[in-house]
């Protein structure tokens, strides 16, 4: 059984960072065509902030966060991260990971961690 759980959110001043992590058991990362990383900030829809491809290697972005977000994986450790600089409180959400095998909708998801950006 996949699983994917998140960490690594908390609190944080705005132009402060934080790096969440996306570990997956029950099968390894490089099984997955693409590992992805959503937000869903309170009265919005959820919206795609970047993902990384798995095999080939290669990321993509959200306008609204790139340069200030890094995606990157570790496959001993079966984990991806997403680090975020330079955050502004329009980045408040709920940050969730999710994972796809093949091309199309995203399969797994996590619970998602909670991220706080104050002014």
């Known amino acids: 059984q996949v699983q994917l759980v998140e960490s690594g959110g908390g609190l944080v001043q705005a132009g402060g960072s934080l790096r969440l992590s996306c570990t997956a058991s029950g099968r390894t990362y490089s099984d997955y065509y693409t590992v992805g990383w959503f937000r869903q900030a309170p009265g919005k829809a959820r919206e795609f902030v970047g993902s990384?491809?798995?095999?080939?290697?290669?990321?993509n972005y959200a306008d609204s966060v790139k340069g200030r977000f890094t995606i990157s994986s570790d496959n001993a450790k079966n984990t991806v991260y997403l680090q975020m600089n330079s955050l502004k409180p329009a980045d408040s959400a709920v940050y969730y990971c999710?994972?796809?095998?093949?091309?199309?909708?995203?399969?797994?998801w996590g619970q998602g961690t909670q991220v706080t950006v104050s002014s």
């Open positions: 999710a994972a796809r095998l093949v091309p199309g909708q995203f399969e797994f």
């Open positions: 990384i491809f798995m095999r080939r290697g290669g990321t």
